[in-house]
């Protein structure tokens, strides 16, 4: 878990004290849709993992994450 609040403070420009894993994608500023594909890219390298392509826009918060990388 806090690798996944590292990899997103560092794709967003954020102090990782700022994120927690009940972060709302509305609710920080840095997290716009480009954001948001390079933090998939990220969790998918880091976690070689695949997230659902269909799946990925619904992601809101980022606890929401953690039900595809649990498995790793």
Do not use: C
Not at 9 to 28: M, P, Q
Not at 32 to 61: C, G, R, W, Y
């Amino acid at each position: 878990m806090e690798e996944l609040i590292n990899i997103i403070a560092d794709v967003l420009g954020i102090d990782k004290k700022d994120i927690t894993i009940n972060s709302r994608r509305d609710e920080i500023e840095e997290w716009d849709s480009l954001a948001h594909i390079q933090i998939i890219a990220e969790i998918e390298e880091q976690f070689d993992v695949n997230l659902p392509f269909e799946k990925v826009a619904e992601i809101e918060e980022i606890s929401e994450f953690l039900k595809y990388i649990e498995v790793v």
